[in-house]
């Protein structure tokens, strides 16, 4: 069954500081792969999105996200973090289109000023 | 862009009440739409597969006769919970698939808080 992991639960950064969020996939075959972001009782913004081709991808708000097959990774980066960032951020990955999207169980961001 | 409109925002009912929740594709038509529930800190559990003119397929242990969908158009998803209990109360989040969109990311509601006392 296709799953996703975000190994961490929770991380913790300084303004200015890089930042990277580790998602890794389980599937047979290279599924759509998303980053969404959550603000606290909000709704779900779309960072970015894989659907094939280059696979650097380039996202809103600056972050960026490197799809490598062989690790089945799908990471997310930034860097340089905004106080704004703070947010749960959560991998997706749908097998196809109009198929359901699988959520990872998230990463909590939070920034220090 | 595309938007999906999520109505209502955040209810507050009595328990034992009937909520209905509306998802509504406002620029684009969508055979299939997407019911998550959302618990707090944790993340998106997909409930029901939702497809225009045809019953909605629900996930493992989701209760179909609780969570009531129906998808009466290209537009419309609804998603009514049923005798509403304290242990309904949570964060449920529409989405949807646009015809003839293949490759293209599903869109969200911006989903609904039910509270049920």
């Known amino acids: 069954a296709q799953s996703v992991t975000q190994p961490d639960i929770h991380i913790t950064v300084s303004e200015g500081a890089s930042l990277e969020l580790r998602c890794n996939y389980s599937y047979g075959a290279t599924p759509y792969l998303f980053w969404y972001v959550q603000s606290p009782g909000q709704g779900l913004q779309l960072l970015l999105k894989?659907?094939?081709?280059?696979?650097l991808v380039q996202g809103i708000k600056g972050f960026e996200a490197e799809f490598k097959r062989s690790q089945s990774s799908f990471n997310l980066r930034k860097p340089s973090v905004h106080w704004s960032d703070a947010a749960e951020y959560f991998c997706a990955v749908e097998k196809t289109s109009y198929d359901k999207v699988i959520f990872g169980p998230g990463t909590s961001l939070s920034v220090i000023p | 862009g595309a938007v999906v409109s999520q109505h209502p925002s955040r209810v507050i009912c009595k328990s034992g009440t009937s909520v209905k929740i509306e998802c509504r594709s406002l620029?684009?038509?969508?055979?299939?739409m997407f019911w998550y529930r959302q618990f707090p800190k944790k993340s998106l559990m997909l409930m029901a597969t939702s497809n225009e003119g045809s019953k909605a397929t629900y996930e493992q242990g989701v209760e179909k006769d609780k969570f009531l969908i129906n998808h009466a158009s290209l537009t419309l998803s609804t998603l009514t919970v049923t005798s509403a209990h304290p242990e309904d109360s949570s964060f449920y989040i529409c989405s949807a698939a646009r015809v003839g969109g293949r490759g293209q990311p599903q869109h969200f509601g911006d989903g609904t808080r039910l509270s049920i006392l």
């Open positions: 894989y659907f094939s081709g280059d696979t």
């Open positions: 620029d684009f038509q969508a055979t299939t």
